[in-house]
């Protein structure tokens, strides 16, 4: 019955995100996807109830096969590029001139 219940409120979530974006994929991730296909039946119960035929037709609606975590390390990804991509938005030239200039006094 729990699983019935959170299909539905998932269901509800996938009818506003075909409503709003009509994706052509939704896939269901994380903890939400190791309740399998009870859960994932019930989802589609509830978008073929709600959304136009021709948009429930174009959209596919599955379970991610990755693992429970994967969400955490794609954000870790973003993140690591974006530092990597920009890097004086997190160090500033002063910065390193300061402990350049710091490290050379300790020498002398």
Same mark, same amino acid.
């Given at each position: 019955?729990?699983?019935?219940? =959170?299909?539905?409120?998932? *269901?509800?979530?996938? &009818? ?7 994706? $052509?994929?939704? &896939?269901? *991730? ?5 309740? *399998?296909?009870? +859960? +994932?039946?019930? &989802? ?10 021709? +948009?429930?037709? $174009?959209?596919? =609606?599955?379970?991610?096969? +990755? ?6 390390? *794609?954000?870790?990804? &973003?993140?690591?590029?974006? =530092? ?25």
């Amino acid at each position: 019955e729990l699983v019935r219940r =959170i299909g539905t409120y998932v *269901g509800y979530g996938c &009818v506003t995100i075909c409503n709003a974006f009509n994706p $052509s994929r939704i &896939v269901i *991730g994380d903890i939400v996807a190791e309740a *399998g296909e009870p +859960l +994932l039946d019930r &989802v589609r119960e509830v978008v073929r109830e709600r959304v136009l035929p021709e +948009l429930v037709e $174009s959209t596919a =609606i599955e379970l991610s096969t +990755l693992p429970t975590d994967a969400a955490v390390t *794609g954000a870790t990804a &973003v993140a690591i590029m974006y =530092i990597l991509d920009h890097p004086s938005r997190f160090f500033t030239p002063q910065t390193v001139h300061n402990a350049t200039t710091s490290h050379n006094n300790q020498e002398r």
